[in-house]
């Protein structure tokens, strides 16, 4: 699959909210995921496609998903990045969290190897 072929895949199914589906589907075995900002107890780099599914379940099992604009993607050679914005609520307080981020993905052979999350400070 192209690059281009790959992000519309993976938002297509982000948008059906088949977070898990497109993580199978799209991420390479070795995948690495970065964050630029952390949650306690939770590395800023991960690897390995269990670790980003655990990492999913994580934030799923920890946030209920009130609302999710995806935007893009934005496709250039190997990279295409996509900006999202989440209106969650945090399961244990019930406080209500907005969070909008850019994350930008890079491809090799047909599928996601290395995902890096960029956040907005203001």
Do not use: C
């Amino acid at each position: 699959m192209s690059t281009a072929e790959v992000a519309k895949g993976l938002v297509d199914l982000i948008r059906q909210r088949k977070h898990m589906e497109a993580i199978q589907k799209y991420y390479s075995d070795g995948i690495v995921s970065v964050e630029s900002a952390v949650a306690p107890g939770m590395p800023a780099e991960m690897k390995g496609i269990e670790a980003i599914k655990g990492k999913n379940k994580w934030f799923f099992d920890n946030h209920e998903l009130n609302g999710e604009e995806v935007n893009g993607p934005f496709v250039g050679e190997n990279q295409f990045a996509v900006e999202y914005k989440l209106d969650t609520t945090l399961k244990a307080s019930g406080k209500k969290v907005h969070m909008e981020e850019m994350a930008l993905y890079t491809v090799e052979n047909g599928k996601i190897v290395r995902e890096h999350f960029y956040y907005k400070t203001s």
